[in-house]
């Protein structure tokens, strides 16, 4: 029987060396991944072929890796070889930035030949060294190697790791200068396997990348779809299971925005435990080199007539507070207050000046071609970059959006309508501008009645944004209503406002709602005790303070200033004190940042979630409503 079981293996290693199989004998410290990585496979590749591997995994453990699918071919590497320096004194304005650009080398080539510039701002008459280098090309032949893949039309980097089997993070580590957005005909490096073991992706497909500690539970609330959906997806699921990195595909339709939920408010007090000090940069656009500080009355004038800086100056003053407010709590923070001016350039400079490398997180720039290049800038780094008043044209995977989605807000509106039991009735009145997105709101609500604004008799073209008073009899009974207005026309916001509050009698209960409260509601002829008797209902990334909850903080500001806070103190507040409260809680604000936690300060709250294809957004929205001229929450 031995000699027969003998027979067996040997035939079976036979039939394994045959079909180019290897033997790897595990080592202390190694793991599935670093193996895979040495022979150039995927870890899904090794669970095929040892099952086992997934409960018992250890030192001297003998594994049967396929052999790599890689080409061994030459490839062609350019090295920078060093040949000497430069010398330079620089010159008044002159900047890193402008001297690499001047002299074709990085930032960083200067620094490394310049070691005080680590630590030290360059200053005119200082003498550096420039070095020079030589491009030398030679060929390589390696046991595993890549080959150049062009990137097709609406291909993106999630699409491309899951077509060649890889994580972003191994895409990245191959294509170290690859552009954050990639675009069709880049070329990049890619593991060299056959055409035809390629996987191929339905256009009506997208790709998730899977986040550190997430399970097939956190999976099913986030994108909606079980396990055994994602695994039919993805079969290589059932032998590997969920890995952090891994490419999932899943369908177009499936968001993360589907999985917006109910979270209850974490109290972050309770978790304090890294006390290092934080280091912080506020990047805002004072723009003080217009403001003449010898002149109290000029100076005055200036933040009067500018609504910008009135509100930069004000997020400035609940900045502090929020330090303050920390060092209560044993948080100690080294802030730096960097004036942006509201300009590019000066940005870049700041960049240029400043080594932010050590820093745990940067708020702003608020102008948006300022915030996507201290952005780029501070990716490679992992530097969290906070856009706090406005909201990036990209999220970069190292940027956290503090303003939520209009889609997530609209979401909010209609799921409070949808989850209130005892409304009777939905009407949508909508202006002509608003039609596609109405006609989706009622999809929403089937049962709904939607009524558009009269056009202009002779023009047919053109929107009157009138409703008549015949259009909204006999429309609502006994019972609760919901009328949704969804227009930003003021007259016509108006008109409806009044006549609703004439259809307020007997047992009629009419609570007026919009997805998008926007200017026109705020007109000169809107009546606030017209949208008060309507309880009138709307999502905001904010709501007023309430002085019996955050008596401390109001009356912290009222005795410095004599007046009540504004919403922009109030949000310098609540951001500045809680990325503090997230960094003492964890290492970093990326280990902070689970869609779990969800907190409140003054006037704002956030929840965090890593998007599909970028950085963390903020989910935490509210759904406010007017009750007796003051604007509350409506879920309290």
Do not use: C
């Not at 035809?196 to 009506?204: F, M, N």
């Not at 009356?555 to 503090?580: H, M, N, Q, W």
């Not at 409140?600 to 406010?624: P, S």
């Amino acid at each position: 029987m031995k000699n027969i079981l003998t027979i067996i293996l040997i035939a079976f290693t036979i039939g394994l060396s045959a079909q180019n199989y290897v033997e790897h004998t595990v080592k202390s410290g190694e793991t599935i991944e670093s193996i895979a990585k040495e022979y150039l496979v995927t870890p899904f590749d090794i669970y095929a072929l040892n099952p086992d591997a997934k409960r018992k995994f250890s030192p001297n453990t003998i594994l049967i890796i396929p052999k790599s699918k890689i080409k061994n071919e030459p490839i062609v590497q350019d090295k920078k070889e060093l040949i000497d320096y430069r010398n330079h004194k620089v010159k008044r304005k002159e900047t890193l930035y402008g001297l690499s650009k001047k002299y074709n080398v990085s930032e960083e080539d200067i620094k490394k030949a310049n070691r005080f510039l680590y630590s030290e701002n360059l200053k005119k008459g200082d003498r550096i060294k420039i070095p020079r280098f030589r491009i030398v090309t030679s060929k390589q032949t390696l046991n595993n190697t890549v080959k150049k893949y062009t990137v097709l039309p609406k291909e993106g980097k999630w699409g491309i790791a899951y077509k060649f089997g890889i994580t972003v993070a191994e895409l990245e580590a191959l294509n170290p200068n690859m552009n954050e957005v990639i675009q069709p005909g880049d070329i990049l490096n890619m593991p060299n396997i056959k055409a035809q073991e390629e996987k191929t992706v339905a256009p009506t497909f997208g790709f998730y990348e899977v986040l550190p500690k997430e399970t097939f539970y956190s999976l099913k609330g986030k994108l909606n779809l079980t396990q055994e959906q994602l695994e039919q997806l993805n079969p290589d699921l059932k032998a590997s299971g969920l890995k952090a990195g891994m490419v999932l595909k899943v369908p177009e339709t499936a968001n993360a925005i589907s999985g917006l939920k109910m979270v209850e408010t974490t109290n972050l007090k309770r978790s304090l435990s890294n006390f290092k000090t934080k280091k912080i940069a506020l990047m805002m656009p004072y723009q003080l080199h217009r403001i003449d500080v010898d002149s109290v009355e000029e100076a005055k004038d200036r933040i009067k007539n500018s609504k910008r800086l009135s509100a930069v100056l004000d997020f400035h003053i609940g900045f502090m507070m929020a330090l303050d407010s920390a060092k209560q709590l044993g948080i100690s923070t080294d802030a730096k207050v960097l004036d942006t001016r509201y300009h590019v350039a000066t940005t870049g400079k700041l960049l240029d000046e400043n080594d932010f490398s050590d820093y745990d997180a940067v708020i702003g720039p608020m102008e948006e071609k300022s915030f996507d290049r201290v952005a780029i800038a501070l990716k490679n780094d992992r530097i969290p970059v906070l856009a706090a008043m406005t909201k990036p044209r990209q999220v970069y995977s190292n940027v956290f959006q503090t303003v939520p989605e209009d889609k997530l807000l609209r979401k909010a509106m209609i799921d409070f309508v949808k989850a209130d039991s005892l409304k009777t009735k939905v009407v949508i009145i909508s202006d002509h501008a608003n039609r596609t997105s109405s006609e989706a709101l009622q999809k929403a609500f089937p049962d709904s009645e939607l009524i558009f604004s009269r056009k202009n008799k002779k023009n047919k073209t053109k929107d009157d944004y009138v409703v008549y008073q015949a259009d909204l009899q006999n429309l609502f009974s006994s019972g609760k209503s919901y009328v949704f207005l969804e227009t930003n026309n003021n007259a016509m916001i108006s008109s409806v406002v009044s006549m609703l509050n004439g259809l307020l009698v007997n047992r009629t209960e009419i609570i007026l709602a919009t997805t998008d409260k926007n200017r026109g509601f705020e007109g000169k002829d809107i009546d606030n005790n017209n949208l008060s008797n309507l309880q009138f209902h709307y999502p905001s990334i904010n709501k007023d303070f309430d002085e019996t909850k955050t008596k401390g903080f109001v009356d912290a500001y009222k005795k410095e200033y004599g007046v009540s806070p504004s919403k922009y103190v109030s949000r310098g507040f609540d951001i500045t004190l809680d990325l503090l409260m997230r960094l003492a809680s964890a290492e970093t604000l990326f280990d902070a940042a689970s869609d779990t936690i969800e907190t409140e300060y003054i006037e704002n709250k956030f929840r965090y979630n890593k998007d599909l294809f970028g950085g963390y957004m903020n989910q935490a929205v509210y759904v406010v409503k007017f009750d007796d001229l003051r604007i509350v929450n409506a879920n309290e």
